[in-house]
């Protein structure tokens, strides 16, 4: 079963740019979430799709959105990109239910210059 | 929001040397999970607790949530260069699959 792929696994942007990420899960998953990993903050929670709707939400500001597709795949994206946005996206996938075992891709490193 | 407070931030040893890495909070955890992430790649479930006491062993590596069940630690044993990555605690009772990383311990591990 391939694994969580997530496109482009690379990128550089300029401030004020957009950026869209995208997300395929593990055949048969439900549930796509996004991180974002910087050595200052660590990994923290973006938000969870589920079904084709959020179902949780991190403490990002609304620069940084979101949707699903009805196959499961997902994207992100940014707007109006900062300098403080480069960092290393993460999806993660996972049948759906609550607390089960989520699977990571292997990231989208984005450099803001 | 639970803050998940990992201890030591670096290590590095050398292969065959015993380690133990820290996971603690002030608050009590539900469940917590480990993962490994090794570079260019997404973390990887290690082990989930749920027990306060319990210790779960996988291979070299040993897991023990403590008795309140508000820290956790992970000891290798023989630590082998294959054991390299950062080691990240977490939260899974965020809601939905939502995950609270731990700052995370990045270990090296030299021949």
């Known amino acids: 079963k391939a694994g969580v792929t997530q496109t482009p696994r690379y990128l550089i942007k300029t401030r004020g740019q957009q950026v869209t990420l995208s997300c395929s899960p593990i055949?048969?998953?439900?549930?796509v979430s996004w991180y974002q990993q910087t050595p200052g903050q660590g990994l923290q929670f973006l938000f969870e799709?589920?079904?084709?709707?959020?179902?949780n939400k991190g403490n990002f500001p609304g620069r940084f959105s979101g949707r699903q597709f009805s196959n499961s795949r997902s994207e992100m994206n940014v707007s109006t990109l900062e300098l403080g946005d480069s960092a290393l996206y993460l999806c993660?996938?996972?049948?759906?239910?609550?607390?089960?075992?989520?699977?990571f891709g292997p990231g989208t490193r984005l450099l803001v210059l | 929001t639970q803050l998940l407070e990992q201890s030591p931030q670096f290590l590095s040893i050398q292969e065959g040397e015993n380690l133990t890495v820290y996971c603690n909070s002030s608050?009590?955890?539900?469940?917590l999970q480990w993962y490994r992430q090794e570079p260019g790649e997404g973390p990887v479930l290690l082990v989930t607790?749920?027990?306060?006491?319990e210790v779960k062993k996988l291979k070299r590596l040993t897991f023990q949530f403590g008795d309140a069940r508000k820290d956790s630690s992970l000891h290798i044993t023989a630590a082998q260069p294959g054991d390299t990555g950062l080691y990240l605690c977490?939260?899974?009772?965020?809601?939905?699959?939502?995950?609270?990383f731990g700052t995370g311990t990045q270990l090296k591990v030299e021949l």
């Open positions: 799709y589920f079904s084709e709707t959020q179902r």
């Open positions: 977490a939260d899974p009772t965020g809601g939905g699959n939502k995950l609270t």
């Open positions: 607790v749920v027990t306060g006491g």
């Open positions: 608050s009590v955890f539900s469940s």
């Open positions: 993660a996938s996972s049948l759906g239910g609550t607390g089960e075992t989520q699977y």
């Open positions: 055949s048969g998953h439900r549930s």
